[in-house]
């Protein structure tokens, strides 16, 4: 790392702190700081949705598949874009009927307070825990880049990130996730145009990668233990981003955020076709890696992008590259932080308090934001590396609940016998069989591949909900 590529990192934290100064004087109450008043225009909410999602996982793991595989990942991000459609009519009108301030508002009003608990504090459970795994993946590269160790490594993302979040709120989050998208995008794109330059013959180097299967984009196999099929990437995509998309306060308070329904609409589908062609550009990135020989067996998967970055980039690029890096793993932070915080507030202790003033629980949202910030950054320095691409390690995490999520969304629309109960018990039967088949590994389950745990948790939730209202007992009137 030359001066200039730290010069280049300073100027990107100094830009991102301003920015949550700027609207740090704007935060009036809970509104302004959870909801952003419902103010924001669809486009930069769009490209926060592409940039929370995508968080360090994308930029340093799906380099790193596509260099020791192929680029069949990209029939995931298909099912993706089918999943947010599927939102996108059915789901979000519910959430611009009446005042909800969280995604889990809408179980209470259609089963009950105990039912939104519940779901709350499974998001807050899980997200809690995949988004330790993802601040632990941010400190990967920057440690490669400056030396530092993974613990100061992940207390400095940490803290940077608390910073603008907890003084601008969602306004602050969403702007920022704009900046940084553009800049891991650049980075990426860089990547790819210096790896090609590298290459003596890129025609004969992608000849070669055509006739290895590096470039193979389709599995039509029908297998549940092969991990990217186009059946697998169709449904398991698609139930996965309905949930992540449609149930999920961390993408549905940004939906919230927008001025109406429309808007909300074009956000949400809009960042589906963005979020196919960024995955493309990445898997393409590793593809180039291993082209110009950058596959070195003696690192893990995901520390190849951010070696290449730094060895092979020219001064400045560098850089660039690095704060895309910290950009992409911020970005998902703060916005776990900013909705973590948000469900607390609203979902626990504004009922639990009867506190409702909006400066008080302002006040409130703010502490809880700290607090978060603290657990993240504990789970982060609890974590051990594994041999698993973390990108598919956090998406295992998040598919222990999101099938339970969806299916109790699902069973409110589809079951209208179903009542609270009912929705508790099925979350509860869901979270504990996800739990053993995705940590434990039953014989049975033991090579189910990770993109079938939301269709299986969604399926499990839904039967269980439906037998029990099916045999509930009803008193008889005498």
Known sequence: MTPLDWAVMAVYFVAVIAIGAHFTRRQHDAADYFLGRHSLPWWAVMFSIVATETSALTVISIPGLATR??????????????????????????????????????????????????????????????????????????????????PTSVIVVAVVTLLYTWAGGIKAVVWVDVMQLAIYVVGGVATLVVAWTLLDSPADSLARAAEL????????????????????????????????????????????ATRN????????????????????????????????????????????FPTFAVAQLPPGVAGIVVAGLLAAAMSTVSSSLNSLASAATHDFYAPLSRQREPKHLLRVGRWATV??????????????????????????????????????????????????????????????????????????????????????????????????????ITPQAS
């Open 69 to 150: 595989s192929d680029l069949t990942f990209l029939q995931l991000p298909i099912g993706y874009l089918i999943g947010r459609i599927g939102v996108a009519i059915w789901l979000l009108p519910g959430y611009f009927t009446g005042d909800n301030e969280t995604a889990y508002s809408r179980l209470e009003t259609r089963f009950g307070p105990a039912t939104r608990k519940v779901a709350s504090a499974i998001f807050m459970g899980i997200r809690a825990l995949g988004d330790s795994v993802r601040v632990f993946a941010t400190a990967i590269p920057l440690a490669i880049v400056t030396g530092w160790t993974i």
């Open 213 to 256: 299967g590096k470039l193979r984009t389709f599995d039509w196999s029908f297998s549940f233990s092969t991990t990217y099929t186009f059946l697998g990437g169709l449904v398991g995509g698609a139930l996965l981003s309905a949930a992540s998309h449609g149930t999920d306060h961390l993408i549905v308070q940004r939906l919230l």
């Open 261 to 304: 329904l429309p808007d909300a609409r074009k956000a949400l589908v809009g960042s589906g076709i963005l979020v196919i062609g960024q995955f493309a550009l990445f898997l393409l990135v590793g593809t180039m890696l291993w082209a110009v020989g950058a596959d070195d067996p003696n690192l893990a998967s995901d520390a190849l």
């Open 371 to 472: 607090g978060w910030a603290i657990v993240l950054a504990g789970g982060a320095l609890s974590f051990r590396s594994t041999d698993q691409p973390v990108v598919e390690l956090a998406l295992s995490i998040a598919s222990i609940t999101y099938g339970a999520l969806l299916g109790t969304y699902m069973l409110g629309g589809l079951r209208r016998a179903a009542r609270q109960t009912d929705a508790i018990v099925a979350i509860g039967v869901a979270t504990a069989s996800m739990l053993v088949i995705v940590l434990v590994k039953p014989w049975v389950f033991a090579n189910l591949a990770w993109p079938w745990y939301v269709p299986l948790g969604t399926l499990i939730t839904v039967g269980v909900g439906v037998l029990m209202s099916a045999f509930r």
